[in-house]
């Protein structure tokens, strides 16, 4: 059974840095590209980024690609998101997804982490 | 970046069939993807290249569309498909999500 369990979220001041992980089992992570979606309360889904199998191409959505990091440890089994200089604006559920075996659409989805931006 | 176009809400009666559409803002091809999302809970995928139907998801759903213009089809309607419904393209490395059909069941 493919999981994947994010952690690491909670209650972070304004500006400060926060590192999300997403712990992998039930497949063999390193044959897939892994991302992550983030949904403000009350609002749609937003792809952050991804990454594919042996971390030579990471893509990020513009608006986050100075704040956001994504890496992975395939020895590990999980993926990381480093964010920093937060804001309000990056209060959200994270999402950790498994893209298919066509790295277009994400087949999978982690339960999130919630990331809460306040003084 | 593509932009995706949904419209925000439907109301449809158990049995009935619903049609939810997807315009993006340039061609996709066959790039487009749908996911359901039901209250408190994780995205699932039920559509994958415009058309493909995602393992374990009822045949009630079915995509169709290339290009611009995209429809996910649910026939015929159950309540429990209740949920917010959004699409998804990955024509670029920039990959975005429309901002969900929420689909009431009367």
């Known amino acids: 059974e493919v999981k994947l369990v994010e952690s690491g979220g909670g209650l972070v001041q304004p500006g400060r840095s926060l590192k999300l992980s997403c712990a992998a089992s039930?497949?063999?992570?390193?044959?897939?590209?892994m991302g992550w979606v983030r949904q403000a309360p009350g609002k749609g889904l937003e792809w952050i980024g991804e990454i594919n199998q042996d971390s030579s191409t990471i893509n990020y959505t513009p608006s986050l690609k100075d704040k956001f990091t994504i890496s992975r440890d395939n020895a590990q089994n999980t993926l990381y998101l480093q964010m920093s200089k937060l804001g309000s604006e990056d209060t959200a559920i994270y999402y950790c997804?498994?893209?298919?075996?066509?790295?277009?659409?994400?087949?999978?989805w982690g339960q999130g982490v919630m990331v809460t931006v306040s003084s | 970046d593509t932009v995706l176009t949904q419209s925000p809400a439907l109301a449809v009666s158990p049995g009935e069939r619903v049609t939810i559409s997807c315009r993006a803002s340039e061609s996709v091809s066959t790039l487009m993807h749908w996911y359901q999302q039901k209250p408190g809970q994780q995205p699932t995928l039920l559509i994958y290249?415009?058309?493909n139907l995602e393992s374990g998801v009822p045949a009630r759903f079915s995509g169709s569309g290339s290009g611009t213009d995209f429809t996910l089809t649910i026939d015929p309607v159950e309540a429990d498909d209740t949920a917010t419904y959004y699409c998804q393209q990955s024509w670029n490395d920039i990959f975005t999500f429309g901002s969900g059909t929420k689909l009431e069941i009367k």
């Open positions: 290249l415009a058309s």
């Open positions: 039930g497949f063999s992570f390193n044959d897939y590209w």
């Open positions: 997804a498994r893209l298919g075996t066509t790295p277009h659409y994400f087949d999978y």
